[in-house]
């Protein structure tokens, strides 16, 4: 959150706080509003919807990601000094169309329901919701993050960081019960959580967004340490397929 500003006034120094252009409650009013643009994205569809068969693809799971993100998103803002509201409102968004448009076009899709509703709810400000529609459309961007401004880097760093961690690895392991795996699998699922920890290691730039992903990564190596010290055959299954491949 940028750094209140000194004034002076009457002899004395006070300081001048940013109001905040979002209140509470309509920041409630517009949660209410994406769980139930979610929710019916899904019952819309005859087949339950788009990849509904993982429990990640549901709305709820949806919902929460969006939260996580959000929070994600705000606690890198604030530290590094980006416009909270416009990141915080365009978290809150980021994903809303994820369930009824394809990947390629979720974002874009996304900030045209932003604009939609933000235009219809409260009079918020012409360049505040001119840049909130840019964050979200700008969130799935695979190049640098260098290249994109503050807010946007501060949510693209968020939605790459909720997959990470405990939260990652929880998402992993339940993808083995409908992949028919048993429990001996889950050092290689855990990997893929690592992998993808370094991946974000190696993407996000700011001194935030690298510090929560390495104490995540932290969380993930113990807990692949604690399933190969009290799993026998996963330490070693990877020594009996090379034995029988010599």
């Not at 788009?50 to 530290?79: G, K």
Request: aromatic share 6%.
């Amino acid at each position: 959150m940028p750094a209140p500003q000194a004034r002076n006034g009457g002899g004395s120094v006070g300081v001048e706080i940013k109001e905040s252009t979002v209140s509470d409650a309509e920041f409630q009013q517009m949660k209410r509003f994406v769980r139930d643009y979610l929710a019916a994205s899904v019952e819309s569809e005859d087949d339950g919807g788009r990849m509904r068969w993982y429990p990640w693809h549901s709305a709820e799971y949806r919902f929460n990601h969006i939260l996580n993100v959000v929070d994600l998103a705000v606690e890198i803002a604030e530290r590094e000094g980006a416009d909270t509201d416009a990141v915080r409102v365009a978290a809150l968004f980021h994903d809303i169309s994820k369930l009824e448009a394809d990947q390629e076009v979720h974002a874009e899709e996304g900030a045209r329901v932003a604009r939609e509703y933000l235009n219809s709810h409260g009079e918020f400000p012409a360049s505040f919701i001119e840049q909130v529609c840019q964050i979200v459309a700008d969130h799935s961007y695979q190049g640098p993050l260098a290249d994109v401004s503050l807010e946007t880097r501060s949510l693209v760093e968020a939605d790459i960081l909720d997959k990470v961690g405990a939260n990652g690895t929880a998402l992993m392991l339940l993808r083995m019960g409908y992949e028919s795996r048993t429990h001996m699998d889950a050092a290689e699922m855990v990997e893929r959580v690592l992998e993808r920890g370094r991946d974000a290691a190696n993407r996000v730039e700011s001194d935030t967004a690298e510090t929560i992903v390495h104490k995540r990564l932290k969380r993930v190596r113990w807990f692949r340490e604690w399933l190969e010290s009290e799993v026998t055959e996963m330490d070693h299954a990877g020594d009996l397929d090379r034995e029988s491949s010599d």
